[in-house]
């Protein structure tokens, strides 16, 4: 996956200078994406065939025959985590470079994580292409998520310095336990309409704020970071996660089709207990009493159904908490961020990229 030791270099030697100026959020993801896509692509090249194929076309490298694509913007999405792991490596004072495995291993993980997830949830389309499954079938999707995550924990163990590799896997590996666990709890909501607020949060940061934790975790472990710096960018990833889980919530409901790959919606029509709409119904107001009647009965929505679910959980109040929510949990991210006493330059871009993670719905 590349030497360590020779500085942040993308494909073809192009050089990142440590320190200069702070870059803006697009400029950070492309100098992310340099440094990461030769080695994500090695890592699953050395997949079997059959799950090699199946992932290529997941990370929209190849179609469903196995021609490869042109590189499109979002064809893989953005690969925040990945970002999260070179940006906290620097921001203690250590290279990109050096934490590359980890953010391999990092969006191997979070890529595991999406394959299962469309299957559980039985999604059609991901970054506006049909998902894996409905074009390969439920089992080699399945199969294939199975063989990134095992592929995430070699990817650890490609690393300079050996002594790192058992506390890299503890990290990735309790992130992945905490990813499940909040998968279930998801998935069992779907059964219950009692849903508390408090359980819809835990559930959140089980389910995505525990992975960014580990990102930056990782990152700062990898690039020479003290105890204490790991522990507060831990904390700074973790709340982040909530601030992205709380966007992405809003984005499954008022989200644009053509930004977010998926229909109008899509969160309601299966009638996923989402942190806006678990604020709404449990909000004791006359709409989210209406709510309740529509939402929690047996029949499916239909599309005007949807609407007017939406439109309720904003007279519930659900879009005010969760963008409130967001708000708080991101300036809490950013306190955790300062009392790790990162090095100035990677702090301001942490910032850049965290307000991309928690403002992508406005």
């Known amino acids: 996956m590349g030497d360590p030791t020779t500085g942040d270099r993308g494909p073809g030697g192009d050089s990142v200078e440590e320190g200069g100026t702070a870059r803006p959020v697009a400029e950070i993801l492309a100098w992310s ?39 499109a913007a979002g064809a893989s999405g953005k690969a925040i985590r990945p970002a999260l792991v070179l940006l906290t490596a620097r921001a203690v004072g250590g290279t990109a470079a050096a934490a590359v495995p980890a953010a391999v291993a990092v969006e191997l993980a979070h890529n595991f994580s999406l394959l299962h997830d469309d299957v559980m949830d039985g999604d ?36 300079a310095d050996p002594a790192i590799v058992p506390r890299s896997v503890r990290t990735l590996g309790r992130a992945v336990i905490e990813l499940v666990e909040g998968q279930s709890a998801d998935l069992a909501f779907e059964e219950r309409g009692d849903v508390t607020l408090d359980e819809c949060v835990a559930m959140a940061n089980r389910k ?6 580990a990102s930056c975790a990782l990152g700062s472990d990898h690039g020479g970071g003290t105890p204490a710096q790991t522990a507060r960018l831990r904390a700074f990833g973790e709340r982040l996660g ?49 709510l309740a009647a529509l939402y929690l009965r047996d029949e499916p929505l239909t599309g005007d159904d949807a609407s007017q679910a ?26 955790e961020l300062d009392a790790a006493t ?21």
Not at 144 to 154: H, K, M, R, T, V
Not at 252 to 278: E, F, Q
Not at 310 to 335: K, S
Request: charged share 20%; aromatic share 6%; glycine share 8%.
């Open 310 to 335: 939406a439109a309720l959980i904003d007279a519930a109040g659900g879009r005010a908490w969760t963008l409130a929510r967001a708000d708080a949990v991101l300036a809490a991210a950013l306190r």
């Open 242 to 290: 909530l601030a992205f889980q709380l966007a992405d919530d809003l984005l499954g409901i008022w989200g644009d089709p053509a930004v977010t790959g998926k229909p109008v919606h899509s969160d309601l029509r299966t009638r996923k207990k989402s942190l806006p709409v678990v604020a709404a119904l449990t909000s004791a107001t006359p709409a989210a009493h209406e």
């Open 33 to 71: 994406r340099r440094l990461l896509d030769p080695a994500l692509r090695e890592a699953v090249q050395t997949l079997p065939e059959a799950m090699h194929g199946l992932a290529a076309y997941h990370f929209g490298w190849r179609d469903d025959r196995g021609h490869r694509l042109d590189a």
């Open 124 to 159: 059609l389309t991901r970054r506006h292409r049909p998902t894996a499954w409905s074009v390969f079938g439920t089992g080699p999707a399945v199969l294939a998520g199975d063989a990134l995550l095992a592929a995430a924990f070699e990817a650890l163990a490609n690393v």
């Open 342 to 362: 990162p090095d100035p330059i990677a702090a301001t871009e942490l910032r850049t990229l965290a307000g991309l993670i928690a403002h992508r719905d406005r």
């Open 208 to 213: 995505t704020a525990a992975l960014l934790g």
